[in-house]
């Protein structure tokens, strides 16, 4: 599903219009569940035609995505490779490269910046966790400031405890996996009781 065009979404008129205020606002979205199928959402995610912003943590992909084979007007990229980078100069460096996307955009629809940040697995094991969820704090304020929309990486079961610990932080959540080989998607709007189906990515 692509977010915003209605594409695969439940017959459900109330998740429609959760769907739709969150892209007309702005939002994060954590995406959880299987590895294997994380790279099928993230390009569903970015969307066409927008101004992205890639953070690495693991390597040189996102997704396995590509950052120089998606399509867009403009692209940051912010690299997180030295384990003895505070989560400070990472949170100045992710802001500062969201207002470069804005300062050279001439005005900015809703959810045009599109930011995806791959892997917070690492972020977990080399930081503090409150220092982690302060980094996540300021990230994700940003992108709603500019009315964008945010999807961070972690794969793991939406149970595990990293995922209750930043949870708070976030507007929706999506859960993935392969059913027969076929990757599906539920999406969870967080602070409601509205969630979908599992439904074909």
């Known amino acids: 599903m692509q977010f915003g065009r209605g594409d695969g979404v439940p017959d459900s008129t109330t998740f429609s219009q959760e769907l739709a205020e969150l892209k007309q606002n702005g939002c994060n979205i954590l995406l959880v569940g299987d590895g294997t199928v994380h790279s099928d959402a993230c390009r569903h995610l970015l969307g066409e035609d927008r101004r992205r912003l890639f953070v690495f943590t693991e390597g040189e992909w996102v997704c396995a995505c590509d950052p120089e084979t998606v399509d867009g007007p403009d692209r940051e990229t912010v690299r997180v490779t030295d384990d003895e980078r505070s989560l400070s100069e990472i949170s100045s460096e992710v802001v500062d490269s969201i207002d470069a996307l804005t300062d050279r955009a001439d005005g900015l629809s809703p959810g045009e910046v599109r930011l995806c940040f791959d892997s917070l697995g690492p972020l977990f094991v080399d930081h503090d966790p409150e220092q982690l969820f302060r980094l996540l704090h300021i990230v994700t304020s940003s992108v709603r400031r500019v009315d964008g929309i ?3 990486h972690l794969r793991v079961d939406r149970d595990s405890d990293h995922v209750n610990l930043i949870e708070p932080l976030f507007d929706a959540l999506i859960e993935v996996r392969r059913n027969d080989g076929v990757p599906e998607q539920r999406w969870h709007v967080l ?7 599992w439904l074909p990515l």
Do not use: M
């Open 150 to 152: 945010g999807h961070y």
């Open 191 to 197: 602070g409601t009781d509205v969630s979908s189906d």
